[in-house]
Nanobody, 123 residues
Framework: QVQLVESGGGLVQAGGSLRLSCAAS????????MGWFRQAPGKEREFVAA????????YYSGSLKGRFTISRDNAKNTVDLRMNSLKSEDTAVYYC????????????????WGQGTQVTVSS
């Protein structure tokens, strides 16, 4: 079992930055690839970024690459998402997920999820 807890969401003005963090616990959590997803009201959950279990490989949704950066610290069992130049369309609940597979961008390929953290970008 892997438990995931997201934090760091909040209200930010357009153009601002936020750093989300996902704290993972459970046996062998460092062997999991991790992903960030987001879900806006009335929309499906969509892929944002993923990082492999070593932290050496990352992958981003094409529309977000350059503004968002995913990283992990296996010593602390955390995965961060740094978000810059935020736009109103980035408003969503952000979730982190864990999967033993690489590279996966589909929601169905992730085995564990956190409860989500709300990000609201005001224009």
């Amino acid at each position: 079992q892997v438990q995931l807890v997201e934090s760091g969401g909040g209200l930010v003005q357009a153009g601002g930055s936020l750093r989300l963090s996902c704290a993972a616990s459970g046996r062998t959590v460092s062997r999991y690839a991790m992903g960030w997803f987001r879900q806006a009201p009335g929309k499906e959950r969509e892929f944002v970024a993923a990082i492999d279990y070593t932290g050496d490989m990352t992958y981003y949704s094409g529309s977000l690459k350059g503004r968002f950066t995913i990283s992990r610290d296996n010593a602390k069992n955390t995965v961060d998402l740094r978000m810059n130049s935020l736009k109103s369309e980035d408003t969503a609940v952000y979730y982190c997920g864990a999967t033993l597979l690489w590279l996966r961008v589909g929601v169905n390929h992730y085995d564990y999820w956190g409860q989500g953290t709300q990000v609201t970008v005001s224009s």
